[in-house]
């Protein structure tokens, strides 16, 4: 990396790591920055100064990627670095601007588990006997009551649980933020049956660990496989618990900040991409069409 630039790179890296930001997204803007920065060099950039929105084009029409949301991706980052600069006012305001988007941003429907899947679930339940088959029924359910990620709870150690308090604490993968949720008395009653009557004798303090010999923490994979088991069908994915979660707490007219706070966003605008799932107050907004009837065509 040039060493003209050195200072200012650091500087960024260190203030997304203050602010708490995941180590995978961390490791992200590494590469996208030093992508950008490398392709300066060789054209003779020696100092912020000589950075022009015509240059920042250019690199992006070399960008290597074939699809636009690679392109996206890596110029979301770049273009994040560029707003670092102009806020400390080491590059012109508009500089940002000159990173153009590939592709408008897309908007995806939000998948949840039906009535009939939630069902299926419980009545997996009824039929867990098996240490293995409690395992699997105590991790889908904290997915589905509680919305944890499937990488935090494979991470739970049993000093997580507070059971005089009824809290599991939770420090979030992607997020590096710590929260306190409540346990509701079905999570504690299916961690305790898991705990007390399924889960191997052994030393390790994780909570979920595998059922062979060696036994060893598990990987965030093995709850989708719980999942796929419980439901008897893929679900593609551990993470539509999380969702549905979120969804029938929007559902039960719980307020988008508490929503938020149990699903450890730092604000409640990504509660606002589940509306969509509440059928029932949507149908509350809908716009009569008094007044803009069809009077002629087909339609008359």
Known sequence: ???????????????????????????????????????????GITDWKQLTPEIIKDFHLSDPHLTPEGKN??????????????????????????????????????????GEDIATIYDFA???????????????????????????????????????DA????????????????????????????????????????????HRVPYGKLSSGVCTYALKQALAKDPHGFHITRKTFASRMLCGSVKPAIIAESLGHSDNSTVMTYLATDGDSMRKCAITLEGIEVTEGVLS
């Not at 995941?22 to 590469?31: E, G, L």
Request: positive net charge; charged residues 20%; aromatic residues 12%.
């Open 1 to 43: 990396m040039p060493e003209w630039c050195r200072g200012e790179y650091d500087n960024f890296i260190e203030e997304q790591q203050r602010k708490g930001f995941a180590a995978s997204t961390i490791s992200m803007n590494r590469v996208s920055v030093l992508r950008f920065l490398e392709y300066l060099s060789p054209i």
């Open 126 to 164: 009824t039929r867990a006997q098996s240490g293995y088959q409690l395992r699997q029924y105590a991790i889908v359910m904290l997915g589905l009551r509680m919305g944890i990620r499937a990488c935090d709870i494979t991470k739970l150690k049993l000093a997580d649980i507070s059971w005089s």
């Open 73 to 114: 991706a890596y110029a979301a980052k770049i273009r994040q670095f560029l707003e670092y600069l102009a806020d400390y006012e080491i590059v012109p305001s508009y500089l940002p601007l000159a990173l153009s988007r590939e592709c408008a941003p897309r908007t995806n429907i939000i998948k949840t588990l039906g």
């Open 167 to 210: 809290t599991i604490s939770v420090q979030q993968c992607k997020t590096d933020k710590f929260i306190k949720l409540p346990m509701p008395t079905e999570i504690g009653n299916c961690l305790y049956r898991y705990i007390m009557h399924g889960r191997p004798a052994t030393s390790l303090d994780y909570i979920f660990i595998s």
